[in-house]
C-alpha cells in the first residue's frame, strides 16, 4: 500500500529559528495537506496544497507541494515556543474511492531545546 | 475550535463492557470519519461515512461498530475490547467525501 515517509521524526527548536521537515510518497500524490496536534488534542489543518510546485503561507508557515508530485515540504519561520507540537504531512492520491482516502506520515516531533 | 465534539475524552473500559464514542460536528459537512491513533504509528482510517452511508471500512474488527444517524452525529459502538484496542480516538468531518478534513478532539480510551 501506500506509504508516506516523514522526516525528521523528532527535532529540538530554539526560539528565533527555523525549522524544516518533509514527506515523502512512495506514488503520485494530487493533494498534500499538512496538519498540527498539541497534546491531548486532535490534529488541527494548516495547509492544504492542490497543484504541483504550489508554495502556500499561513503566518510564519511555508509549505510547498513538490514538482515530482511525491513530495512535500513544511517551514516554519522564526519558531515560538508555541510551535512545538506534532506535526503530520497527510496525501491522497484520487478523489475517487478508497484512493481518495488520506495518507498520513507518522509526524515530526517538536520540542523546545533544553 | 468547537466545530467537532467529541464526548468523552476520556474513557476506562474493561474488556466485557459496552461503551459508545460520540462526535458532533457543526461545520454543515457531508462525511465523518473514525480513525485510530497509537503511538508511534500512523494514524489509522476506520470508517468513512457519506450522506450517512457508510462507504469505506478498513478491515475493522466487529467489536467496533460505528453508527451515522444523521450528516452532524457519528458514534463508534465498543463491545468486548481488548488491551490493544487502547489508544485515542479521533472524529473528522469534511465538506464532501475527500475533501479536507477537520478533526475533533478526541476520545483516550484505555481498555483494562
Known amino acids: 500500500g501506500q506509504q508516506l515517509n516523514q522526516s525528521p521524526q523528532s527535532m529540538f527548536i530554539q526560539e528565533g529559528e527555523d525549522v524544516s521537515m518533509n514527506c515523502t510518497s512512495s506514488?503520485?500524490?494530487?493533494?498534500w495537506l499538512w496538519y498540527k496536534q498539541d497534546p491531548g488534542e486532535g490534529p488541527v489543518l494548516l495547509i492544504a496544497l492542490y497543484k504541483a510546485g504550489e508554495l502556500t503561507s499561513n503566518g510564519r508557515l511555508t509549505a510547498q507541494f513538490g514538482i515530482t508530485r511525491k513530495d512535500s515540504f513544511l517551514n516554519i519561520s522564526a519558531s515560538i515556543p508555541s510551535d512545538v507540537g506534532i506535526y503530520f504531512c497527510a496525501g491522497r492520491a484520487n478523489y475517487g474511492g478508497s484512493q481518495g482516502n488520506l495518507i498520513f506520515g507518522k509526524g515530526t516531533k517538536l520540542s523546545v531545546k533544553p | 475550535e468547537t466545530g467537532v465534539t467529541q464526548t468523552p475524552r476520556h474513557l476506562v473500559m474493561g474488556m466485557t463492557n459496552k461503551k459508545s464514542l460520540k462526535c458532533e460536528q457543526h461545520l454543515g459537512h457531508n462525511a465523518m470519519y473514525w480513525y485510530k491513533q497509537s503511538a508511534k504509528k500512523p494514524l489509522e482510517l476506520m470508517f468513512v461515512y457519506s450522506l450517512e452511508e457508510r462507504v469505506e471500512n478498513n478491515s475493522v474488527p466487529s467489536r467496533f461498530s460505528p453508527e451515522c444517524p444523521n450528516s452532524s452525529h457519528l458514534f463508534l459502538h465498543l463491545h468486548t475490547l481488548q488491551p490493544e484496542d487502547s489508544a485515542l480516538y479521533l472524529c473528522?468531518?469534511?465538506?464532501?467525501?475527500?475533501?479536507?478534513?477537520?478533526f475533533g478532539p478526541g476520545t483516550r480510551l484505555t481498555v483494562t
Open positions: 473528522a468531518s469534511s465538506r464532501e467525501l475527500n475533501y479536507e478534513q477537520y
Open positions: 506514488s503520485i500524490f494530487n493533494t
